[in-house]
């Protein structure tokens, strides 16, 4: 088991940024991919950005390029979404997740899940 808890979301003007942090407790943590989804309402879930076990592959969604940034401290069980740039589109809840099988784009890859934390971006 992996216990996922993110947090660092909040209500931000458009234009400006947020940092979300997600910390993991149980397993070991460098076995794992890590991965950023969200959920806007009345949406599908979508993935965000994916970061593989040393941090050396990582992989975004066309709409976060350059503006988000996705990195991993495994010496702190801790993964973390850079976020600037903010658009109002980017208002969801954000989820992180864990996989054991490698970086991936599709959400039923990752076994393991957090609560989310919200992220609001007003225009």
């Known amino acids: 088991q992996v216990q996922l808890v993110e947090s660092g979301g909040g209500l931000v003007q458009a234009g400006g940024s947020l940092r979300l942090s997600c910390a993991a407790s149980g397993r070991t943590f460098s076995n794992f991919a890590m991965g950023w989804f969200r959920q806007a309402p009345g949406k599908e879930r979508e993935f965000v950005a994916c970061?593989?076990?040393?941090?050396?592959?990582?992989v975004y969604t066309d709409s976060v390029k350059g503006r988000f940034t996705i990195s991993r401290d495994n010496a702190k069980n801790t993964v973390t979404l850079q976020m600037n740039s903010l658009k109002p589109e980017d208002t969801a809840v954000y989820y992180c997740?864990?996989?054991?099988?490698?970086?991936?784009?599709?959400?039923?890859?990752?076994?393991?899940w957090g609560q989310g934390t919200q992220v609001t971006v007003s225009s």
């Open positions: 997740a864990a996989s054991r099988n490698g970086e991936s784009v599709v959400p039923d890859s990752y076994a393991y």
């Open positions: 970061i593989d076990w040393s941090g050396s592959r990582i």
